[in-house]
């Protein structure tokens, strides 16, 4: 009923709005987002970038890991396992080109019993299939020689797994982006657009505005923007401003899932226990509760998967998410963290952060690659959609950017 009010206010209300024809628009200030509009600006465009936040990379981005994915878990020639590859090659080389912190330090998925030693052999195939190099599978005394504190019975060393400071590497894009020419506006939100002809009308509002409506009363957009080309990186409300566009055959679009994930962070200790990354074998919907390092020293564990249900497009729109991280949700920590790291103490986990992943497959449902739509799959002419960039979206940001830009220029 929402979205029948919603959508019937909207286009009820645009009469008398002022329009603007201008080039590119880029929906979303995410790495994504933020990487996709640099290139468009690298190659002669001129890009607005529109976010509801007050500034950019407050939803997924600043949410993750920050790891450096290799390339091991996806499936050969996904969109995932393509992007991952190149994304990590481009993205250590912008790092070390422009000064972005970042460190290489290795990861180890490990095998705690017998019974996993399949799943850690069938990893390795995938990864090799895939073009990851530098892969070795250790016995688990090799394993706990290289990390003493470690616990397992076989583990895959994977030497091109890194660290990043994903707001250093946003600041940058950022600035690289606005020196050739792209504009962000923030406390912007797109909350819905038209096909008027071949043109893709969006309907623009001050996200105060949004956050104050009462749900009844007419929503009028205070702008609506022509561009050439539309790229909907919006991440976790990108389905639901999807099906805001009319004339976007909506089936289309996939049905989407939230599943948040809350990390722990080790406190009272001096030394890190481990020097790379700890991950176990992977569980449904997300990569296991694993170790992660900053590049601060701080160690981090997590995340899990908790599934979210009865999110409303508004809240979406405006990353009304529930971020807070339950202490008591430490119990369940402990019990998957010693499966490895078997001499974590009581009492020595303090809740960190939570993020919230766009998935788009449910509990039980096999993993989902990305999708990056054009007019071939949803109808309308210059509309780009990304939907479930989730892991691994950060280290593939450079690579989504490059096929946006590559594949959808005219």
């Keep these: 009923m929402l979205k029948q009010t919603f959508g019937r206010l909207i286009k009820s209300s645009t009469r008398g709005v002022a329009k603007e024809k201008l080039d590119c628009v880029v929906i979303g200030a995410g790495v994504v987002g933020i990487a996709i509009a640099r290139e468009l600006a690298i190659k002669g465009r001129e890009v607005l970038v529109l976010d509801s936040a007050p500034t950019f990379g407050t939803g997924t981005t600043s949410r993750n890991s920050q790891v450096i994915h290799a390339g091991i878990y996806y499936p050969l020639n996904s969109l995932k396992a393509l992007f991952c590859l190149r994304g990590r090659e481009l993205l250590y080389k912008y790092c070390s080109h422009h000064d972005v912190p970042h460190k290489q330090i290795g990861k180890l998925i490990v095998a705690t019993r017998p019974s996993h030693i399949p799943k850690l052999n069938h990893l390795m195939n995938c990864a090799t299939q895939n073009g990851v190099d530098g892969l070795r599978m250790l016995e688990g005394f090799e394993a706990i020689k290289m990390e003493p504190e470690l616990q397992c019975v076989k583990a895959l060393l994977s030497p091109a797994s890194g660290i990043i400071d994903s707001h250093s590497l946003m600041l940058s894009l950022v600035g690289e982006a606005e020196n050739h020419r792209t504009m962000f506006s923030y406390n912007t939100t797109v909350i819905g657009g038209r096909l008027e002809g071949n043109s893709i009308h969006l309907y623009v509002s001050e996200s105060k505005d949004l956050g104050n409506w009462n749900g009844r009363s007419p929503l009028n957009p205070e702008l609506i923007l022509i561009p050439k080309l539309v790229v909907n990186s919006a991440g976790l409300s990108a389905p639901a401003l999807a099906k805001r566009f009319g004339g976007l055959n909506t089936d289309a679009i996939p049905p989407v899932y939230y599943a948040r994930g809350c990390y722990f962070t080790l406190a009272n200790t001096r030394v890190a226990p481990f020097k790379r990354l700890i991950y176990p074998i992977p569980e449904d919907g997300g990569l296991g509760v694993h170790v992660t390092l900053d590049l601060d020293g701080q160690v981090k564990f997590g995340p899990n998967v908790e599934w979210i249900d009865g999110v409303d497009d508004i809240s979406s729109f405006l990353n009304k998410f529930d971020y807070s991280v339950n202490a008591s949700h430490a119990e369940m920590f402990y019990p998957e963290i010693r499966k490895y790291y078997p001499s974590l103490r009581d009492g020595s986990l303090e809740p960190g952060y939570s993020g919230i992943r766009p998935k788009l497959s449910g509990p039980g449902q096999s993993p989902v690659d ?33 096929y946006v830009a590559s594949r959808f220029l005219r």
């Excluded at 999708?371 to 892991?391: A, C, R, W």
């Excluded at 950060?394 to 690579?399: F, N, P, V």
């Design 370 to 402: 990305f999708v990056i739509q054009g007019e071939e799959t949803h109808g309308v002419p210059d509309l780009v959609n990304l939907f479930g960039i989730e892991s691994p979206g950060l280290t593939s940001s450079m690579a989504i950017a490059e």
